[in-house]
């Protein structure tokens, strides 16, 4: 088995090459690598992305406020979850898609709403 460590390419083996001890904290990490300029952002956008869903949810179009209400609970079980998972937003490519689908949906209720 000791002769069998070099060649163990596994990822749990990989894993903790580059940084010996990563937290276990999304907004952690971020504040870490990138500052409290990275973080103000990060959390800018998270932000952001809320006050687009919460005043798409009362939405007299019944799709809409279901899509709106699904993607602010999304978000939100991504932002918990962030407190005990290092991996930010940037490498998580489905965050983009709810992040699209959420200015989307804002975009097209707004139009509904001048039109009427």
Sequence with gaps: QI???????????LRYVS???PVHNMYLLVAG???LIG???????LTAVFR???STVSSN????AVTSTCLLAGITA???????????PGGYAPFYVMMA??????VINKRITTQQ
């Excluded at 002769?3 to 083996?13: A, K």
């Excluded at 179009?61 to 809409?64: E, F, G, V």
């Excluded at 991504?78 to 930010?88: A, I, L, M, Q, T």
């Excluded at 689908?101 to 804002?106: E, L």
Aim: with cysteine; hydrophobic share 40%; charged share 20%.
């Design 39 to 45: 973080l103000a952002t990060l959390l800018l956008l």
């Design 101 to 106: 689908t959420a200015v989307s949906v804002y």
């Design 3 to 13: 002769n069998m460590r070099r060649y163990n390419d596994t990822i749990e083996s």
């Design 19 to 21: 940084i010996p001890r």
């Design 33 to 35: 690598e990138t500052g």
């Design 78 to 88: 991504f932002c918990v979850h962030g407190f005990v998972d290092k991996h930010p």
């Design 52 to 54: 687009t869903l919460t």
């Design 61 to 64: 179009d019944p799709l809409l």
